[in-house]
């Protein structure tokens, strides 16, 4: 009795102390902009939930092709909605990719509310210069007037 007892705890303990599941979800895209060469695909997007909301771990990958400069900072960020803009990022959110091809896995938890983005940032500057959002399709049809075309400038 006292080890069954004990056995179930311990399961219990355990199962509480997983992280979150995630599993693909299905994303819609929305503003995006590159320089000539330049491009992200994002190929699976996986989440705690479907809703992309915050408190949600999200995984995304994909692949990245890089012409106009030797190499990038390639970050998985969400730009606030609400909240004074200040986020705290951790490794897993961002890579350096070099001209070419290269696949890429990114991870985040959403801290805030806002809209999730992939993009390439100058390893100098530190400012974007490529880049696409994605979300629900609801998430992507009340960002669908915003400009990126900022991005381009820099």
């Known amino acids: 009795m006292k080890a069954t ?5 311990v399961l219990t303990s355990m199962a509480l102390a997983a992280p979150p ?3 693909s979800i299905q994303t819609a895209l929305g503003p995006k902009v ?3 060469g330049d491009v992200i695909e994002i190929t699976d997007v996986m989440a705690t939930s479907s809703d992309l909301e915050q408190g949600d771990s999200v995984t995304v990958r994909g692949r990245v092709r890089l012409d106009s400069r030797k190499s990038a900072d390639l970050y998985l960020l969400v730009t606030q909605t609400e909240g004074d803009g200040l986020e705290e990022n951790d490794p897993a959110q961002s890579t350096r990719v070099a001209t070419g091809l290269t ?14 983005h992939v993009t390439l940032y100058d390893v ?6 490529g880049g696409t959002y994605f979300g629900t399709a609801e998430q992507m049809k009340r960002i669908r007037d915003w400009s990126v075309q ?3 400038d820099n």
């Open 103 to 116: 696949t890429f896995e990114l991870k985040t938890t959403i801290k805030h509310k806002g809209m999730l």
């Open 124 to 129: 100098t500057t530190g400012k974007p210069f």
């Open 34 to 36: 590159y320089r000539d």
């Open 5 to 9: 007892l004990f056995l179930t705890i």
């Open 21 to 23: 599941t995630q599993h």
């Open 150 to 152: 900022y991005y381009l």
